[in-house]
């Protein structure tokens, strides 16, 4: 075990709708980066939060967008839901660069 | 841009033996941080080491050993005495050492241990 818990565990979404993605980051962390990982791939790095502040964004539209908390929890928020958003969503936190992250166990998001 | 390639879908190994896995990277920075995650069926990824592109002496974490070629960007794992709770998903990963440090995976190679 991480510390990094994530909700909810799976998700099912029709397209078009919107969700929202939650983790709680292990404790003192705080950094947190959000993750999509495609069935049979390795993640992709979405965006990271640093003391609530946008810190770098990997190539995702604007559609998918994130909060970050004064306890360090986070949420990410996916707009208009498309079927390629289907995918494992992971969050890892850490407490400054260059040092690993921890992940949670993820959210399974299934896009109808 | 980085990128990490890893070459070997599927990997088997039997008990008690050694396996390593490969990985390659491209970046133009000098210092950087590589990495190798494990992801069990589970999901959650696991650190398993960690190597500092400064450090010339390769990272160890008991059965766990990598093998460091900085110029070659190569940067494999070894793991010794398999068990059957190695079986995973394993990632190779890379960080820059300044803030906003984006890991940069590979596609991950699926680990088997055979009884």
């Known amino acids: 075990e991480t510390g990094v818990t994530q909700s909810p565990t799976h998700l099912i979404k029709t397209r078009g709708q919107q969700v929202t993605l939650r983790c709680s980051s292990q404790?003192?962390?705080?950094?947190v980066s959000w993750y999509q990982q495609a069935l049979g791939q390795g993640p992709q790095f979405i965006f990271q939060?640093?003391?609530?502040?946008?810190?770098g964004r990997g190539n995702f539209p604007p559609r998918f967008s994130g909060l970050q908390f004064p306890n360090y929890s986070s949420e990410l928020n996916v707009n208009a839901l498309e079927l390629d958003d289907s995918a494992l969503y992971l969050c890892?936190?850490?407490?400054?660069?260059?040092?690993?992250?921890?992940f949670g166990p993820g959210t399974r998001l299934t896009v109808t | 841009a980085q990128t990490v390639t890893q070459s070997q879908p599927e990997m088997s190994v039997q008990e008690a033996e050694t396996v390593t896995l490969s990985c390659t990277y491209d970046?133009?920075?000098?210092?950087?941080?590589l990495f190798w995650y494990k992801q069990p069926p589970s999901r959650q990824m696991i650190l398993v080491i960690r190597?500092?592109?400064?450090?010339?002496q390769n990272a160890t974490e008991n059965r766990f050993s990598v093998n460091f070629q900085k110029a070659a960007k190569s940067f494999s794992l070894k793991i010794s005495d398999s068990q059957l709770g190695d079986a995973a998903m394993y990632f190779c990963?890379?960080?820059?050492?300044?803030?906003?440090?984006?890991?940069?995976f590979g596609t991950g190679t699926s680990l088997t241990v055979i009884p």
């Open positions: 970046t133009s920075e000098s210092d950087y941080y």
């Open positions: 404790s003192g962390h705080n950094t």
């Open positions: 990963a890379y960080s820059r050492s300044i803030i906003g440090n984006q890991f940069y």
């Open positions: 939060y640093y003391r609530e502040e946008e810190n």
């Open positions: 890892a936190s850490s407490l400054t660069s260059g040092t690993e992250q921890y």
């Open positions: 190597q500092e592109a400064y450090k010339q």
